[in-house]
């Protein structure tokens, strides 16, 4: 089974940036639409991006559009989150996951598959 790893996580300021990554601890990403996912203290999971295994799909929450961009580099199986302009509302847990293709659409829950990773936290505080 695929298994996902998340880093890039950290502390920062408003208006601050971090890049967060996701990598499989084996086999590869190519085939794969991946989303991201957060959860916040006290708060349900919420999908904030995903983007299909070729990228000619890719959706963002309106909460993150314009700040957040998601990309992935298939050579590196790698898949990333640019997130910039970061607010304190922003704060959560992180996670990567497999996400079913047809789900990746603007407006639309992102519906995760089977594979997740174990989160990485990102906090905004000043």
Same mark, same amino acid.
């Given at each position: 089974?695929? &298994?996902?790893? @998340? !880093?890039?996580?950290?502390?920062? &300021?408003?208006?601050?940036?971090?890049?967060? !990554?996701?990598?499989?601890?084996?086999?590869?990403? $190519? $085939? =794969?639409?991946?989303?991201?996912?957060? &959860?916040?203290?006290?708060?349900?999971? @919420?999908?904030? !991006?995903?983007? *299909? +295994?070729? +990228? +000619?799909?890719?959706? =963002?929450?309106? !909460?993150?559009?314009?700040?957040?961009? %998601?990309?992935? #580099?298939?050579?590196?199986?790698?898949?990333?989150?640019?997130?910039?302009?970061?607010?304190?509302? #922003? %704060?959560?847990?992180?996670?990567?996951?497999?996400?079913?293709? *047809? *789900?990746?659409?603007?407006?639309?829950?992102?519906?995760?598959?089977? *594979?997740?990773?174990?989160? %990485?936290?990102?906090?905004? +505080?000043?």
């Amino acid at each position: 089974q695929l &298994q996902l790893v @998340e !880093s890039g996580g950290g502390l920062v &300021q408003p208006g601050g940036s971090l890049r967060l !990554s996701c990598a499989p601890s084996r086999l590869t990403l $190519d $085939d =794969y639409t991946i989303g991201w996912f957060r &959860q916040a203290p006290g708060k349900g999971r @919420e999908g904030v !991006s995903c983007i *299909s +295994s070729d +990228s +000619s799909k890719i959706a =963002y929450a309106d !909460s993150v559009k314009g700040r957040f961009t %998601t990309s992935r #580099d298939n050579a590196k199986t790698t898949v990333y989150l640019q997130m910039n302009n970061l607010k304190p509302e #922003d %704060t959560a847990v992180y996670y990567c996951a497999t996400v079913y293709r *047809s *789900s990746c659409e603007y407006g639309t829950t992102f519906r995760a598959g089977g *594979s997740w990773g174990r989160g %990485t936290q990102v906090t905004v +505080s000043s």
